[in-house]
């Protein structure tokens, strides 16, 4: 079977990826082995929040010039970094998903807002799915007072932790719950009392005008209403309709992965990446690459045996550690599909920190590429593969917040590499 290009991965990166080399008339092949970051995604894009050092950003164009050269960011430079970051919304807009911001006093650069994480704190974010707020900066908290409202049973929703964390802030919140029958059932199988099973029932109209009511009878004057982001499974307008009937602001709170935002997310781009002609191969492995003279000559994988996938182009795109693009002996860390040449410190003690919430090395890791993002295989570029997301060395996005961001420069600077030729 021969494409034009294939990529290995069905995340962000390579979902951006593909859909803008189909758009440009390229015939692609998504390889995807199931669930990826989306799925724990908070709805929030992140370009840039902290600096190496631990400085806080709040224009994350202006602060590219301070990360170190070896940064993906600083291999795709400045200028095509802000090219990127202004053509995203409408990318996004495209694929039929709508994203936010804030802006600063020069609406050329993006300014990072603040969303409310499921811990109750504050976290940077450049851009946001519409049911995910931001917040202008960190300050900004224009409520008095808070109804923070869940589902009876529902352990994946920490309305303790968000009203003790706006109460350090000077909000005074009160937490209630409801019961809707059709989410009562879910409870006599402990899997199914989860994000996503609350999210189906939450599609049918009964039931999310039924939420919309229980919220309003226990609203009692307070000028913000918190629910868990679990509406709009499949279509964001529940959103809408919720805030309409509610009397005052309304904010969707993460819940524990999975996430309805990020599987929405999936969902959309996976559907607008196939509208475009791409193939999608869900719940499959790449095995037995076949590499020659500094070239990937074809793959094969686990569902379709002997049958050889060929390509001009490969784009790598299944994770880090997390999504098993990386995988980790006690003494190394290495990249299983086309053995790539992996970036890591010999010295274990310093692959992570027992503090929990500190800085962690692992994070860091990934595969050894050349500006193009191209990797490196026993010191030698094979040039007819790429690297792009997470996957990709130079940077601990965990720890800058930056990780959706460099998926997507990344994933539009290798597309634009393949395009050109370059």
Known sequence: MRFDTILIGGGLSSLVCGIRLQRSGRRCL?????QNALHFSSGAFGLLGKLPDGTEVQEPLKALSFLPENHPYSKIGVDRIAEYASMVPGFFDSCGLKLHGTQGTETDFPHNGYRLTPMGSLKPAWLAMEDVTLLPSRD??????????????????????????????????RVETVSIEDVESLRANPTEMRSVGIARMMAKEKNWKEFGESVRKLFNGEDLVIVP?????????????????????????????????????????KRAFEAVGGTFLAGDTVLDPLL????????HTANLGSITLTADNYVLASGNLFGKGLEATPDRVFEPVFGLDTDFPSDRAEWCDQDFFAEQGYAAFGVVCDNSFRPFKDGMTVDNLFVIGSEVGGCNSLYEGSGAGVAIMTALSVADSIITGE
Do not use: Y
């Open 30 to 34: 998504i390889v995807s082995a199931g």
């Open 140 to 173: 900004d908290l224009r409520w008095s007072k808070a109804l923070i409202v869940n589902f009876h049973g529902f352990l994946d929703f920490n309305d303790g932790f968000i009203a003790e964390g706006l109460g350090k802030r000077g909000v005074n919140c």
């Open 229 to 269: 982001a679990v509406f709009g499974f499949n279509n964001a307008v529940i959103v809408e309709w919720l805030r309409e009937m509610i009397p005052a602001e309304v904010m969707f709170v993460g819940t524990m992965p999975p996430s309805v935002p990020g599987i929405r997310g999936q969902i959309f781009l």
């Open 292 to 299: 020659e003279d500094g070239l990937v000559k074809g793959v």
